[in-house]
């Protein structure tokens, strides 16, 4: 074993399983936390029903289940984790699953989207090699080791559809290893290897010189727009896919692509990228990344199963689009993070394509044989990804009055202070509380994703209820300082809440693991049925917090369920930044009246600190 793996399984020691909470401290925390949005009779009556399976002889068998599979596992919650959240779920993966990150760069041609695609390859490349040599900085976080698994599980990762429930493949040990990359051009899939036999490293000429020959030099005869089929729901692609893979020519194809490090999409230019303004621009490359904008610009341009789609588009956008079951979020921003400062390096290398030497390397052409009744599905992948994508409603905003910094020198939290100022906004438009949705990291545990931060609890709910009931200039001194010991009190409980969840003591993984257990062995367990459960995992509004490194990426992904938003920030030292998705035809929820509201919140809870003179003077 050389060095640098030692060093990675060295690290990997240091971290512990995943505990499992007690039963009391999991229900008690749980019907805490659905008060707020719950009726109080029916609170009552759930309650009773939830102390109830805590105390029952099933409670304790699932538990002691778990307890079980703990023992045996890295992680008693992995498996089910996996399945509950990625591979179960039917729902297509563009908009709904997959999110979506993005920046623009100032190339406006084919030869500037060219070399933009060897710089992102060659991050790809040099990524991979650092898994291949387990040489990834090992990660601390306060000085507690985090999980490395992810990083290292997250390239060369796809989910392979499957009637009922999906397959996730990553790279393994016991496989020949991957050494090439797709490339998406005009709706067809090209298979580029990245080495050569001896798992040498090709340089950036001999990359910039395979795709400038594909793209110079298109096939005569391109294939069906296959890629659109992986859109679809989930049991109609695996139907398809299933299909599909009779044919010895359809099944190579199918295992070049879901078995690649990555695809790299070279996209169409954007509709109107030369004459629209900033703002609609924004939107349009969000929307590029997040499903193609439609079949007649890039959506076909795409295979929804790969974890990893680089997007480049003609007129300078570059993303990334994360099929995220191998990892989450965090992962895939420190991926993207890695391929930037790759291409930086690369900013001013003189690309040349004379002379250069490829030997028998040279891009494939993975092609498709498929039958009337496949044709008869592209056409209706198209159609369908067309109605859901122009369903979607985005904007973005940077916030400039003030940051991380003002809100820290009041002694609160930032994240704590957006996530108020979330519900303040979801208040005052709809009269009432959704259930919350934050994502938090578990990764100081071995295997470890997230956890559920419910981020609406009783303290905040307080808060949002009297300062709706008071405008700005209403409000006397003593009521500013109620209002202001109020949102101090919603902030503390947050932080108690994360603390929880970090240290892998929250309830929501809990309670899923609970109700998996309880079909594991046969068990009917009242409380996973009652209609109060089942609406407090309907998240209505879903947020989480990104961390960019200040580069001006917009990041962000669709509402989780029909009637909610898509809430995605980040906080800066002096700014604040969010994007705010929603689904049009909903005909309650509109992102841009959210935003817009949100700014108005965000001010007011300013408005209460400045003019209670707690920590900061004008």
């Known amino acids: 074993m050389d060095f640098h793996r030692l060093k990675y399984e060295c690290h990997q020691d240091k971290l512990p399983k995943l505990p499992i909470p007690k039963l009391t401290q999991t229900v008690t925390g749980y019907l805490r936390a659905i008060k707020p949005i719950t009726d109080k009779k029916k609170w009552e009556e759930f309650s009773i029903l939830a102390r109830n399976f805590a105390r029952s002889p099933d409670s304790v068998k699932l538990q002691n289940h778990l307890e079980l599979i703990k023992g045996l596992r890295d992680?008693?919650?992995?498996?089910?984790?996996?399945?509950a959240a990625y591979l179960e779920p039917r729902v297509p993966k563009p908009i709904y699953v997959s999110p979506a990150t993005l920046v623009r760069f100032p190339f406006r041609d084919l030869e500037g989207q060219i070399q933009a695609a060897a710089r992102a390859i060659m991050g790809v490349q040099n990524y991979y090699t650092s898994v291949l040599q387990y040489s990834l900085e090992n990660e601390h976080k306060q000085g507690v080791p985090q999980s490395m698994e992810q990083?290292?599980?997250?390239?060369?990762?796809?989910?392979?559809?499957?009637?009922?429930?999906?397959?996730?493949?990553?790279?393994?040990?016991?496989?020949?290893?991957?050494?090439?990359?797709?490339?998406?051009?005009?709706?067809?899939?090209?298979s580029i290897n990245l080495f050569n036999e001896k798992f040498e490293p090709f340089s950036i000429d001999q990359i910039y010189y395979l795709l400038k020959k594909l793209t110079s030099h298109p096939i005569e005869r391109p294939g069906e727009e296959v890629g659109v089929l992986s859109s679809l729901d989930r049991d109609d692609w695996a139907g398809i896919y299933n299909k599909l893979k009779e044919n010895p020519t359809n099944y190579y194809s199918l295992d070049k692509i879901l078995g690649c490090l990555a695809v790299v999409c070279l996209d169409n230019p954007l509709p109107g990228w030369d004459t629209e303004g900033i703002e609609e621009l924004q939107r349009q490359s969000f929307f590029n990344c997040l499903f193609g904008i439609s079949a007649e610009v890039n959506s076909c341009n795409r295979w929804y199963d790969v974890g990893i789609q680089i997007v480049i588009t003609r007129d300078g956008c570059l993303g990334q689009v994360q099929e995220h079951s191998a990892a989450d979020g965090t992962a895939?921003?420190?991926?993207?993070?890695?391929?930037?400062?790759?291409?930086?390096?690369?900013?001013?290398?003189?690309f040349r394509e004379d002379g250069v030497?490829?030997?028998?390397n040279d891009s494939q052409h993975l092609e498709f044989i498929v039958d009337e009744n496949v044709k008869g599905e592209i056409v209706r992948a198209k159609t369908e990804i067309q109605r859901a994508g122009d369903n979607v409603a985005f904007t973005t905003f940077t916030f400039r009055d003030y940051g991380k910094e003002l809100i820290k020198s009041?002694?609160?939290?930032p994240d704590?202070?957006?996530?108020?100022?979330?519900?303040?906004?979801?208040?005052?438009i709809h009269g009432?509380?959704?259930?919350?949705?934050e994502s938090c990291s578990t990764r100081g545990f071995l295997h470890g994703r997230t956890e559920n931060l419910r981020t609406l609890s009783e303290e905040s709910a307080a808060f949002v209820r009297s300062a709706v009931d008071v405008t700005e200039e209403g409000?006397?001194?003593e009521e500013r300082h109620r209002l202001r010991e109020l949102l101090v009190r919603a902030s503390a409980r947050y932080r108690e809440c994360q603390i929880a969840a970090i240290s892998g003591l929250g309830f929501d993984r809990h309670l899923l693991g609970l109700n998996s257990a309880s079909r594991d062995l046969g068990i009917d367990i009242p409380m996973f049925r009652d209609p109060v459960f089942l609406d407090s995992m309907r998240f209505r509004l879903s947020t989480s917090k990104v961390d960019t490194g200040g580069l001006g990426w917009i990041v962000g992904f669709g509402p989780v369920c029909p009637d909610g938003y898509g809430v995605c920030y980040e906080i800066y030292p002096e700014f604040l930044v969010v994007s705010v998705t929603s689904y049009k035809d909903c005909g309650i929820t509109d992102a841009y009246r959210y935003a817009a509201t949100l700014l108005q919140s965000l001010r007011h809870m300013k408005h209460i600190f400045l003019t209670t003179n707690l920590a900061h003077k004008l």
């Open 357 to 360: 030497d490829c030997g028998d």
């Open 475 to 477: 409000a006397g001194s």
């Open 332 to 350: 895939f921003s420190q991926f993207f993070a890695a391929l930037r400062d790759i291409g930086i390096s690369y900013m001013t290398h003189n």
């Open 416 to 428: 704590s202070w957006l996530q108020v100022a979330f519900q303040l906004a979801f208040y005052r």
């Open 75 to 83: 992680s008693w919650l992995e498996d089910y984790w996996l399945r």
């Open 151 to 190: 990083l290292y599980k997250l390239i060369g990762s796809s989910c392979v559809p499957g009637v009922g429930c999906d397959f996730l493949r990553t790279i393994d040990d016991s496989q020949p290893k991957p050494r090439h990359i797709i490339v998406a051009y005009k709706n067809q899939f090209y």
């Open 410 to 413: 009041w002694n609160l939290g």
């Open 432 to 437: 009432g509380f959704p259930a919350t949705y």
